[in-house]
Nanobody
Framework: QVQVVESGGGLVQAGGSLRLSCTASGLTFGYYSMGWFRQASGKERTGVSCISGSGGTTYYADSVNGRFTISRDNAKNTLYLQMNSLKPEDTAMYYC??????????????????????WGQGTQVTVSS
């Protein structure tokens, strides 16, 4: 059974930084795309950033490109999201997800609802102005 667990959320002032971590078990970690998604209150869950199994391909939503960096350590089964220059509009519940199919492209995994995912429970990020 696949388990996905996030950590690292919290409260930060605008302009500050946070690093989210996510560990996944029950799968061959390096075979699958991983990603970060977020859901603000009253809004749909959307893809923030995703990374291929090897780490060689990444995708960023326009709203975070240049401020967030996704990375993974396949030896530790761990995914990271370094978030810099945080803005109040980044406030949301952040979810980590693992692809259920190894053939998904990184972009499709991040942006297509038909790309099936194993979800974590989420970690709250709140950015105060």
């Amino acid at each position: 059974q696949v388990q996905v667990v996030e950590s690292g959320g919290g409260l930060v002032q605008a302009g500050g930084s946070l690093r989210l971590s996510c560990t996944a078990s029950g799968l061959t970690f390096g075979y699958y795309s991983m990603g970060w998604f977020r859901q603000a209150s009253g809004k749909e869950r959307t893809g923030v950033s995703c990374i291929s199994g090897s780490g060689g391909t990444t995708y960023y939503a326009d709203s975070v490109n240049g401020r967030f960096t996704i990375s993974r350590d396949n030896a530790k089964n761990t995914l990271y999201l370094q978030m810099n220059s945080l803005k109040p509009e980044d406030t949301a519940m952040y979810y980590c997800a693992a692809a259920t199919r190894s053939f998904y492209t990184t972009s499709d995994f991040c942006t297509r609802s038909w790309a099936e995912k194993h979800w974590g429970q989420g970690t709250q990020v709140t950015v105060s102005s």
